[in-house]
């Protein structure tokens, strides 16, 4: 609920660049985090503080602020105006990537952070043409039962020392969340992706789709450039601006989560899935394999082997039950 609002013109102070986009805005340490979970694109902490303060922050990301308990008296301030507002279990900020706001309270406050890589954000829009000419506004805490019903998903997820469904559920989940965020609340005019500077939205899904496209034929960054209809150099530089790693780096990630799907396939043998993958031999998938998930693609195999051994499915129940 908010208690009051105004307009404030003179608020016209430059924003204090936050140290970088892997950072967390607080100074504590999380008391959990989805990262040992490998959960791409996406990342959850969940944070217990004594103050939350937040000065002129720049949100690098795209950023979901998950108050887990009541704030009395929270100042929410942005460029355009300042409100006080009463926030209640369960609400949430919405902060897109390039938008600045102080957050101030000296109550103590339990929050959880989610963070959505432009990446991430690039790839999910693209999947879904009709959310390409939106954007996406910061808002001050509020009740979005959806919302509330995701994080509390995700949070939970986040805590489960063997949570369930895996990295892939999980990212599932974060994109059903933000085609949400975009149908419910986006702007039309302007795509959320138009606010980063680098490709267009139409070079940058032209870029996607021949990765998508090419992998087993070892697609190579001059390629994607020709899509976008940009030479090597300056596909690259822009490229990098869009979606925050360079496009070499984007072809190793896909090649290897590539991999890691195929490898859920037991008919398909490891050197099989090397050569599907795009990769030149079944030694430089292990190698790059390993980099990406820090286990070798035989071990990932063994593992998956292992966890469908010690959980037999209902119907092998169901059978072993009723020749009792």
């Keep these: 609920m908010i208690a009051k609002a105004f307009n404030q013109s003179s608020f016209t ?18 008391e959990v985090s989805s990262e040992p979970f490998g959960w791409h694109g996406v990342k959850l902490q969940r944070y217990s503080l004594d103050q939350l303060k937040l000065d002129h922050h720049r949100w690098n990301r795209l950023s979901l602020l998950f108050f887990l308990t009541p704030i009395d008296s929270l ?5 355009e105006g300042w409100e006080v507002c009463h926030v209640t279990e369960g609400q949430v900020s919405l902060h897109p990537a ?9 109550n103590p406050a339990q929050v959880a952070l989610i ?4 990446a991430f954000l690039a790839q999910t829009i693209h999947q879904v043409e009709a959310l390409s000419s939106v954007q996406l506004p910061t808002l001050a805490p509020h009740t979005d039962p959806l919302v509330l019903g995701t994080l509390r998903r995700l949070l939970a997820m986040a805590e489960a020392t063997h949570p369930e469904g895996g990295s892939r559920y999980a990212e599932s989940i974060c994109k059903s969340l933000i085609v949400h965020l ?17 490709l267009s939205p139409n070079q940058l899904k032209k870029a996607i789709q021949a990765v998508q496209g ?19 150099y300056h596909f690259s530089r822009q490229f990098k601006q869009s979606m925050g790693m360079s496009p070499s780096r984007y072809l190793m990630n896909q090649r290897a989560e590539l991999a890691k799907n195929l490898l859920m396939d037991p008919s398909l043998g490891i050197a099989e899935v090397s050569r599907r993958a795009g990769y030149s031999d079944q030694s430089h998938l292990t190698l790059d394999f390993r980099k990406h998930f820090g286990i070798t693609p035989k071990r990932f195999r063994s ?22």
């Design 182 to 198: 975009l149908s419910y609340h986006g702007k039309e005019g302007i795509s959320e992706m138009d606010v980063r500077p680098g």
């Design 214 to 232: 090419g992998l087993e034929n070892k697609v190579t960054v001059e390629q994607m450039a020709k899509a976008s209809g940009l030479t090597k």
């Design 115 to 118: 963070e959505f890589t432009p």
């Design 303 to 324: 593992s998956l082997i292992h966890r469908s051994v010690k959980t037999p499915s209902p119907t092998y129940q169901q059978t072993n039950q009723s020749n009792l």
């Design 98 to 106: 390039g938008s600045t706001c102080t957050l101030n309270t000296s």
């Design 75 to 79: 100042l929410f301030q942005t460029r």
């Design 13 to 30: 102070e430059a924003p204090r660049e936050s140290q970088a986009g892997l950072h967390s805005p607080f100074e504590t340490s999380p």
